[in-house]
């Protein structure tokens, strides 16, 4: 692109578009958007956000996820999955199957959907969330909706696989015990702007989004593509989100960022 003159030396408004140039190149973000969640369980099933206390349309994100997945603004795409075992410690049925660690306040017989219970695992005392059972391996629950796109070449992200410990972040587990495939996933791609939306705002793409911060990527949160469990929740999540450097945008805002 630069036209060397006679002399063999380059004009200034040459060295000004080379300057320009390069530090566009430079400067590239390589973006990926993480798709959390948009499974069955979460919009229709077991788990469907409509039933928890915020009672929100989880479906409704879907035609917004859609849209941008059609404007072909990504360089990544990834979709995740929560995956657990039958015998997943955050099952409210699954209480019986484990030990009850002398701190916590919820017993054994008395334990419900929602309750913060602390359990006894190898010894360690570990808090867990009760849920209904959702997204079990394989299931109808664990798909994708239907009508979300899939585009090629996305990669897919398992999470919450480990029986013993929940998996809120799609980077790893509650305890950071293990982590996904997803930092590798964007490390070997070059990503250096992660874009999170899906469900739940206040659980999985609220830890996400975190995560996504300490690993170093700069953050946009879309809000218009994202529905949670509680309206308290979600205004903690976004005051915790805001404070520690992650953007915060609507799906119609997101072409001008890129
Ligand atoms: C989620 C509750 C339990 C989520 C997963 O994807 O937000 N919430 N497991
Ligand atoms: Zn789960």
Redesign the pocket.
């Known amino acids: 692109i630069i036209d060397l003159d006679n002399d063999g030396r380059i004009s200034k408004e040459e060295f000004r578009c080379a300057w320009l140039y390069w530090l566009k190149q430079i400067l590239k973000p390589v973006t990926a958007l993480v798709i959390?969640?948009v499974?069955n369980d979460?919009i229709s099933g077991s788990?469907a956000l409509r039933e928890c206390p915020a009672g929100q349309d989880a479906e409704s994100v879907v035609p917004v996820i859609n849209s941008l997945l059609e404007q072909n603004l990504f360089d990544v795409v990834v979709y995740t999955l929560?995956w657990?075992p039958d015998n997943h410690l955050?099952f409210v049925d699954n209480v019986g199957l484990r030990n009850i660690h002398p701190t916590s306040k919820v017993l054994k017989e008395e334990a419900k959907v929602h309750d913060e219970i602390v359990f006894d695992i190898g010894g360690v005392s570990r808090q867990q969330?009760l849920?209904p059972r959702?997204?079990t391996q394989g299931s109808w629950g664990s798909e994708l909706h239907p009508d979300l796109k899939v585009v090629e070449n996305a990669f897919h992200v398992k999470k919450?696989i480990n029986p013993d410990v929940?998996?809120?972040s799609a980077f790893w587990d509650n305890d950071k015990l293990s982590k996904t495939e997803l930092s590798s996933i964007l490390a070997q791609q070059r990503v250096t702007d992660v874009y999170v939306c899906?469900?739940?705002?206040?659980?999985?793409?609220g830890?996400t989004a975190n995560d996504a911060v300490d690993h170093g990527f700069r953050t946009v949160f879309v809000e218009d593509a994202a529905r949670g469990?509680s309206l308290d929740g979600i205004s903690k999540k976004r005051e915790s989100l805001l404070a520690k450097g992650v953007y915060m945008a609507d799906s119609g805002e997101v072409p001008s960022l890129i």
């Open positions: 959390v969640d499974q979460f788990l929560d657990h955050s969330h849920w959702h997204c919450g929940d998996s809120y899906g469900l739940a705002y206040d659980v999985c793409v830890f469990v």
